[in-house]
Each structure stands twice: as structure tokens, then as C-alpha cells.
């Protein structure tokens, strides 16, 4: 039997329908990446680095999975192309967006893929819905719980709970 990895993912959408897009692609890594064992709120916050574009809807998700770090990007790649992702332009519009955060306790750095994610501490639009979902675990380089890397945090973009009709499971 194969072991289990933890992985967090945030989902991410500006574009279209963004509640049915985070929903849809949890049912598709559900079905071809991991089981989710925890989910955030959907979360409402400004753009995030290129900021003339429409607001960001995003979730954080706790999966297990069977994937290796390089298989599991794979899949995720593969689900976010099936929705209609285009990568054109770092930080633009989407209709989504899906990152590994974290990834066991693993530190990863190469050109494919970085863990955990290069940019999570500096972001509160990741960091409130992780802190909901896994507030207590500690980042692996910066041995601080997501929680205190939180509330040690300069972006200063605001982050809303979103008003939706989905009910989460």
C-alpha cells in the first residue's frame, strides 16, 4: 500500500462564474487528486500583485493524496486546463488558479514547482483561508504556525468571507 501524503492547495478565480469554479474544481481534484479532508469559506479579496483586474474568490483545501509533489502538480495543471485555464500574463485574471502550499513537512525548490509555495507568507488572501483549515501548523522553513505568520503579515490587502448560495461538505 502506498503512503498518504497532506497536501493544502488554494483554489482561485476572478473570471466567470467564480463560486462555480472553485466548486467545480474541487469535485475534479476530488476525483483525480486526492480525498479533501478540510476546506476553508470562500474568501473575497482584491488582486494580488497586478491589481486592475476583477476581484479574487479563493479556498483552501486539505487533501490527502497518493501523488508524489510532481504527480500531484500534474493532475492539478490537468484540471485547471480542463476548466479553461490560459496562461498568458504572471499574477492576470483567471478563471482559475490551483497551488500547492504545503506539502507534508516537505521543502522543495525546483524549477517546477516550489514548497512550500514561495509567496504564501506574504499573502493574506492565502493565509486567512489556510489559517482556517490549518492555523496551527507550523511552516516548514519559517517554523512558525500559518496562524502567527498571519498576524506577522504586511499585505494590506483586505480579505471578505463571500456571500454564496453553495454549501460546502
Not at 462555480?20 to 476530488?30: F, V
Not at 495543471?77 to 496562461?87: A, F, Q, T, V
Not at 516537505?106 to 517546477?112: C, I, T
Not at 492555523?135 to 483586505?158: A, M, Q, V
Request: hydrophobic share 35%; glycine share 6%; aromatic share 10%.
Amino acid at each position: 500500500m502506498s503512503n498518504t501524503n497532506i497536501a493544502y492547495l488554494l483554489t482561485g478565480s476572478n473570471l466567470g462564474d467564480r463560486f462555480d469554479n472553485l466548486k467545480t474544481a474541487g469535485e475534479l481534484i476530488e476525483k483525480h487528486a486526492g480525498e479533501i479532508r478540510g476546506a476553508s469559506q470562500y474568501y473575497e479579496t482584491k488582486a494580488w500583485g497586478k491589481q486592475n483586474q476583477p476581484d479574487f474568490l479563493n479556498q483552501a483545501l486539505k487533501i490527502n493524496t497518493h501523488f508524489n509533489p510532481f504527480s500531484l502538480l500534474e493532475q492539478l495543471l490537468d484540471i485547471e486546463k480542463s476548466l479553461g485555464r490560459i496562461r498568458n500574463a504572471k499574477w492576470g485574471s483567471r478563471v482559475i488558479d490551483i497551488d500547492i502550499l504545503l506539502f507534508n513537512n516537505l521543502q522543495l525548490n525546483s524549477e517546477q514547482l516550489i514548497i512550500p509555495h514561495k509567496h504564501l507568507h506574504e499573502r493574506n488572501f492565502t493565509l486567512i483561508p489556510l489559517m482556517e483549515i490549518a492555523g496551527e501548523i507550523e511552516h516548514p522553513i519559517f517554523k512558525k504556525t500559518i496562524e502567527t505568520l498571519y498576524w506577522e503579515s504586511k499585505d494590506p490587502l483586505e480579505v471578505y468571507i463571500a456571500e454564496t448560495n453553495y454549501e460546502r461538505d
